[in-house]
């Protein structure tokens, strides 16, 4: 089975490690669809701290990802699930149901979160050093 999932994975840190490996653990190959930085500006009206190209080549870099490419935009979903030919969208639980209608393209899956670890919350922590 093929897995795709999305995420910007800004400072990447131990909870894009888990659901990436246990998005892997669901089937035999896994393509990550990373934020561009103008899709990442859009959602949260900041630029990520590490620009894509640098965020696209540490998600390549991992053992269980086997494909990566550029999300530009959310309502993309479908096209990229159908370009990549995958049969099973992961994603963390925080976005819980916002996926349910790609149903009709490909398995939904939600995983639960990491707790107590966020790009936002690292953000601060270094703020306040
Ligand atoms: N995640 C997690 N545990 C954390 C933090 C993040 O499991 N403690 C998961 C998220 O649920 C998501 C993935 O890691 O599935 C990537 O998280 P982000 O980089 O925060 O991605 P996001 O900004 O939510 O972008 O098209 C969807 C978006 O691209 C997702």
Redesign the pocket.
Known sequence: MKII??????MF?I??L??LERAKELGSSLTV?V?SDA??FN?KSRNPICHERDRMRIVSALKCVDEVFL?ES?EL?AEYITKFQADCLV?????QGRFDHLSELCKVIY?P???A???TQLIEVVKSE
């Open positions: 999932t999305f995420g910007t994975f800004d840190h909870g894009h888990n659901i669809g934020s899709l990442n959602k999300e959310l979903k994603m963390g639980d925080d976005w995983l979160r990491t707790p670890i966020s790009t």
